[in-house]
């Protein structure tokens, strides 16, 4: 009786199936590094926004020694101090102020954003039971 010999074509080889693990893996690392460095890019353009604040925004709070301490250290007025000094609540209001033409409302927005971020609460307004910011009665 005589052997048959296998095919050629039934099965891809082990080099090949190895290579073709391979390829997918340099695949998925290269889209990987490509989406986390359009990510930096916008994020260092202050194309971003992140929990309602411009990325810009953020990384002039990182840059600043007085606000970061503060920030970290838990010292809410001290925090709303200096982000007063360094611009911050105007930086955001300008960054807001083309979608939100009405001045109270686009206070109110800000300073939640800032109480949400930092639980600092504005001289002008409480918190409701549903963790809102609403102006003071007078």
């Known amino acids: 009786m005589k052997k048959s010999q296998p095919s050629r074509y039934t099965t ?80 955001m209001k300008d960054y807001y102020r083309p979608q939100i033409s009405d001045e109270g409302v686009l206070d109110q927005h800000i300073h939640q954003i800032l109480y949400d971020r930092t639980g600092y609460i504005g001289e002008a307004y409480q918190v409701n039971g549903q963790g809102v910011l609403v102006l003071k009665d007078d």
């Open 12 to 91: 891809p080889t082990r080099q090949a199936a190895t290579r073709s693990r391979q390829n997918i893996t340099a695949f998925a690392y290269l889209a990987g590094v490509f989406v986390v460095g359009v990510v930096v890019i916008l994020f260092l353009q202050g194309r971003l926004v992140i929990g309602g604040v411009p990325s810009g925004i953020i990384l002039q709070f990182l840059q600043d020694d007085l606000a970061r301490s503060a920030y970290f250290g838990g010292n809410k007025v001290a925090l709303h101090d200096r982000l007063d000094e360094m611009g911050i609540e105007e930086a």
